[in-house]
């Protein structure tokens, strides 16, 4: 867990700045954010091939969290969660369903979709596991603890063909290419 200035603009991770994490109250107050969440943001960015991860929400203090409908005391306030909507490399934007998913095979404790559109996505790294859908209710917990079976989706659905990139040296020279996954 680590303290940033609010006007801290560090890059994390490849693809995530302390910035995007700031409360969204206008307060100027410090962010706290846990360095697990951001790790795992960066895995789940790699495994869907994302052009993007939009953060909707990252920490917010107790007064903001009670403004945007939480208790004051959630995961977000913890600078453990983050509310996020993913893009293809298309632009387009990933089901929450999807990712929902691969949030799960990376190992997130709490996950749900948040939006009757199935676009966003709360993630946390709360360690007891929690996996919901929000358009059931706030405490809607799916069964089984599956969002594969929930959904009835399968690795392919989520992660496409398997293509995996390869970098080969033969004889001095170079060469790169890719595995299909039949
Ligand atoms: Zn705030
Ligand atoms: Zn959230």
Redesign the pocket.
């Known amino acids: 867990m680590k303290t940033y200035n609010s006007t801290d603009k560090t890059q994390l991770t490849e693809h995530f700045n302390v910035s995007e994490f700031r409360c969204k109250c206008g307060g100027g107050h410090s962010i706290l954010l846990d360095t697990e969440l951001v790790n795992k943001l960066e895995k789940l960015h790699k495994a869907l091939k994302c052009s993007k991860i939009i953060v909707n929400?990252g920490y917010r203090c107790s007064k903001h969290d009670k403004n945007v409908g939480?208790n004051g005391s959630?995961?977000?306030t913890k600078g453990t969660?983050?509310?996020i909507v993913c893009y293809d490399k298309s632009g387009k934007k990933i089901s929450s369903k999807i990712v929902c998913c691969a949030a799960q095979d990376i190992g997130f404790g709490g996950i749900?979709n948040?939006d009757s559109t199935y676009t966003a996505t709360?993630?946390?790294v709360r360690s007891v596991r929690w996996y919901g859908n929000e358009v059931n209710g706030a405490n809607y917990s799916i069964p089984n603890d599956s969002f594969y079976t929930y959904y009835g989706l399968s690795k392919k659905d989520v992660y496409g063909s398997g293509t995996i990139e390869v970098t080969v040296i033969a004889d001095g020279t170079v060469y790169t290419g890719e595995i299909h996954e039949k």
């Open positions: 929400s939480g959630g995961q977000h969660a983050a509310d749900a948040i709360h993630v946390d």
